[in-house]
Antibody, heavy 120, light 110 residues
């Protein structure tokens, strides 16, 4: 059964770059039928789509975060990654990785999420 | 930027029926937006309920149904149960790989 697992530092200093990785196990990230997304949820607030990547490297980002976000994929390691630069306290959130099904555009699989706190 | 609208909160009595909606700040929701619905309880990742407007995800009971209602997507819960007390999010696909989440509806069953 395919699973997703987020990993990375739980604490990042303001103005630095947040870096997270989502490891895919039990299946291949090189699927033509899926996109791989990052979604976040600030404490007590709603979900926000950050961006997505296809295994060939095509990316799409939330316009409100576009200038600070980079999503990449490493098919040899079967994982994809998120970098968010110039973070502030407003970037404190639970970060989820998720699999989105192509053509029907819904999430069929979610990671458990990881809390990242931005603080000095 | 397009905003996806949801009722901030709703309440339903046990055994009752409730319909949550998902709209657009400008324009109407149609099947072309591939509306999907998710339920989330505190501390947990979201769980998929409905996709492609009205298709139930595997294992979701048939008391959950999706539809287009006027100019919005809708999630109807019939025979509400105590454990339906959760946050509900809709997602709309905007094209070009971009999806937008609604702000969520907090459903209280009491």
């Amino acid at each position: 059964q395919l699973q997703l697992q987020e990993s990375g530092p739980g604490l990042v200093k303001p103005s630095e770059t947040l870096s997270l990785t989502c490891s895919v196990s039990g299946g291949s990230i090189s699927s033509s039928g899926h996109y791989w997304d990052w979604i976040r949820q600030p404490p007590g607030k709603g979900l926000e789509w950050i961006g997505t990547i296809f295994y060939r490297g095509n990316t799409y980002y939330n316009p409100s975060l576009n200038s600070r976000v980079t999503i990449s994929v490493d098919t040899s390691k079967n994982h994809f990654s998120l970098k968010l630069s110039s973070v502030t306290a407003a970037d404190t959130a639970v970060y989820y990785c998720a699999r989105r099904v192509s053509l029907t555009w819904y999430y069929d699989l979610w990671g458990r999420g990881t809390l990242v706190t931005v603080s000095s | 930027q397009t905003v996806v609208t949801q009722e901030p909160s709703f309440s339903v009595s046990p055994g009752g029926t409730v319909t949550l909606t998902c709209g657009l700040s400008s324009g109407s929701v149609s099947t072309a937006y591939y509306p999907s619905w998710y339920r989330q309880t505190p501390g947990q990742a979201p769980r998929t309920l409905i996709y492609r407007t009205d298709t139930r995800s595997s294992g979701v009971p048939d008391r959950f149904s999706g539809s287009i209602l006027g100019n919005t997507a809708a999630l109807t819960i019939t025979g509400a149960q105590a454990d339906d007390d959760s946050d509900y999010y809709c997602v709309l696909y905007m094209g070009s790989g971009i999806s937008v989440f609604g702000a969520g509806t907090k459903l209280t069953v009491l």
